[in-house]
């Protein structure tokens, strides 16, 4: 443990949302201490950390400032620009470093770095213009899916073009100069695999997730995956090679398509805790924000055998159109936890907390999860009775 940031330490966080939040709860269990940077006040992860600093990513002189007081930089998602990052890394080691930032916040990097390594990917062309629009839809075939080649998250900034004469609308609307197209892949299941690195390059990674969408955002988690072990392993393998190419020191998370003809084809990356990990909080020895904590403050790694099945479904803004949700009927199921993240308003799509239910099989679990998130819309005075 020779260079281990010991707890008592501060640790930055470039970024303030609940991934942060969440990872602030595991730092301050073990005894640092955590100071968070981003535009806004009164965030998910300023009311647990115990300083919020407010201030532009782009004063670099704030930046400086931040880095200057605490052992060690990371941060809670990908989009931190990179003068940030490496205003910050001047003060103190930022970890994963800037580099890693550099390949997986860039859709059109991080798929010619994959493709270059030989990590199996989705075919795909790079787009700068409709004409080049036009010759990858004639090389890669229909449907096909564009994308913007940066800043986009939740489904945002790509569409799905099913016909030549849908090419020109979907170029003119992710409104950029710079995108990627991506061939259409036929899939049976979407799956991720979170996994750390250390500084001493050991490595653990978590049992696969499976995971299902709605309107392009992540809406059940259900681990183990419903992949077969030898699939479970490959994915655990091809995770190891990504963190060791980009040398990572921290966490990332590899989202893959499981092909009907059983292959893994790498769909995106996440150089941090992932939403498909939040199940990891309650259903693993350690949580994928204490490993997290772990591997940028060069502790040991930390087991992630999963204790129990689990499922994970998230609570988006949605749920408060009615009025606020009936968190008591939720509560009434023993084996599911509520995770909130404080955020201050509600809107549709955006995640504003998220429920774990526990169970001997993975099936019953997710029933359970469901039953539970159903049931936050439920009115004690429309029956009386809490659900059973």
Known sequence: MSGAILPGAAIGVLGSGQLGRMFAIAARRMGYRVHTFSPDSDTPTGQVADVEIQAAYDDLDAVAAFARQVAVVTFEFENVPAPTAAAAEKFAPVRPGGNVLHVTQHRLREKRFLDGAGFPVTPFRAVHSAADLTRALEE???????KTAGWGYDGKG???????AAANSAWESIRTDEGILEAFVPFDCEVS?????????????YPAIENAHSRHILDISTCPAGISERLARAAGEIARGVLEALDVVGVLCVEFFVTKDGRLLINELAPRPHNSGHLTIDACTTSQFEQQLRSICGLPLGSTELLRPAAMANLLGDLWEPGEPDWSSAC??????LHLYGKLQARPGRKMGHLTALAAETALARERVLQARQALTFRRGESGQLPS
């Not at 890669?140 to 564009?146: C, F, N, R, S, T």
């Not at 009434?332 to 936890?337: E, L, Q």
């Open 158 to 164: 790509q569409v799905r073009i099913d016909a030549p």
């Open 140 to 146: 890669l075939g229909y449907p096909a899916v564009l």
């Open 193 to 205: 695999v979170v996994a750390a690195r250390g500084s001493d390059r050991s490595f653990v990674a």
């Open 332 to 337: 009434a199921f023993p084996d599911v936890k």
